[in-house]
């Protein structure tokens, strides 16, 4: 069976942009023709010959190396992968009736807004309350469910502590075509950020490998030799610089697992109330106590890390039509920079 369930590895609730071997064929050195979709009908298990010819079209299907179509003929030799967004595990996930924010929503996708404080997938302590609990029993009531069997298929992931947009296929094709474009990193996305300080340069790419950190495995550390961890690059541009904080744009080249978290405590500004990397404390700013007080209560109007996934666009599966959507921001993210901005304007 192709799987399209979600695997969290370690709690860490972003995935990478990367797509992970599910199935590896050699084809025997008397092997006579046949076609590849039949090839793989053969060989896997409870899959359906409609899933194989998604999979193969989406491009997630490779013949030695390459890119193939469903009408090739196997020869003596090949080896044939079949490459999904996630790693090869597959996990029970209960129905539960939790209200959705849907922004979009058709036959092969829909785009939801998913708030601060909710997991994306179940894992170690997080087994019911996640968005795929919703969106398992939002497909169940759909009239296109599969008789109470259609799962969600996630091909991207924010963090529990972070607002914003998210894309979920409802199809096999869909789930295919779309890991494909995050895969390519062809998808565009956008966050919103308060940091602290103001970076040397307005605007600016950070171009760092980062992986898991040999100290703590819930914390991702930059590697800027390039030695460990994989490429990861974020555009940076300030909006609203604010003297001790500054509100910025990221925008993602590569998906990798709290990439802009990593990468703005690596340039020396880490997220605002970001208690993994450092920002939950005062990094910039005065020794006053009037001062510590306001910062504190700057982390009781947004008690958790300012990270919002503000824009997504994406090509279509089936329509291939452009597509691009924005949520505006958290009201408690708004509050914190107006907040900001009034103390500002008062002691500047």
């Known amino acids: 069976m192709i799987e399209d369930v979600e695997y969290s590895p370690d709690?860490?609730?972003?995935?990478?942009?990367?797509?992970y071997e599910h199935f590896r064929f050699v084809a025997d050195k008397g092997q006579s023709p046949i076609r590849?979709?039949?090839?793989?009908?053969?060989?896997?298990?409870?899959?359906?010959?409609?899933?194989?010819?998604?999979a193969i079209e989406a491009g997630t299907v490779q013949l030695n190396e390459q890119p193939t179509k469903n009408s090739?003929?196997?020869?003596?030799?090949?080896?044939?992968?079949?490459?999904?967004?996630?790693?090869p595990r597959e996990d029970v996930v209960l129905p539960e009736n939790i209200p959705?924010?849907?922004?979009?929503?058709?036959?092969e996708l829909l785009v939801v807004n998913k708030p601060a404080g909710m997991v994306v997938h179940p894992a170690y302590n997080n087994y019911t309350g996640t968005l795929v609990n919703a969106l398992t029993y939002h497909f169940q009531n759909l009239p296109t469910g599969r008789n109470g069997t259609g799962r969600p298929g996630l091909v991207h992931r924010i963090d529990k502590d972070t607002s914003g947009l998210l894309v979920i296929a409802k199809t096999e094709y869909a789930m295919a075509h779309l890991a494909k474009q995050f895969f390519d990193h062809s998808i565009e996305r956008t966050y919103i950020a308060v940091i602290w300080g103001q970076p040397d340069q307005l605007e600016g790419t950070i171009n760092v490998h980062i992986g898991?950190?040999?100290?703590?495995?819930?914390?991702?550390?930059?590697?800027?030799?390039g030695s460990q961890g994989k490429h990861a690059i974020t555009h940076y541009k300030v909006l609203k610089p604010m003297y001790y904080v500054s509100q910025i744009q990221c925008n993602l080249e590569t998906g990798r697992t709290h990439q802009i978290r990593s990468h703005m405590k690596y340039i020396g500004h880490p997220l605002f109330n970001d208690e993994t990397y450092g920002g939950h404390k005062i990094v910039k700013g005065t020794t006053f106590a009037k001062y510590a007080q306001f910062v504190e209560n700057c982390f009781k109007i947004l008690p958790r890390q300012a990270l919002h996934a503000k824009s997504l666009g994406f090509i279509h599966p089936t329509t291939k039509e452009k597509l691009h959507f924005e949520s505006p921001l958290p009201v408690e993210f708004t509050e914190l920079i107006e907040k900001w901005e009034r103390y500002i304007e008062a002691n500047g």
Not at 72 to 87: A, E, F, G, M, T
Not at 100 to 107: A, C, K, R, S
Not at 212 to 225: G, M
């Open 11 to 19: 709690g860490l609730e972003e995935k990478d942009d990367e797509l």
């Open 36 to 54: 590849l979709d039949k090839f793989l009908m053969d060989r896997i298990q409870n899959s359906t010959r409609s899933r194989i010819q998604a």
């Open 72 to 87: 090739y003929k196997i020869k003596p030799n090949d080896v044939v992968r079949v490459l999904l967004s996630q790693p």
């Open 100 to 107: 959705l924010e849907i922004i979009y929503e058709d036959d």
């Open 212 to 225: 898991r950190s040999e100290k703590d495995r819930r914390v991702v550390a930059p590697y800027p030799d």
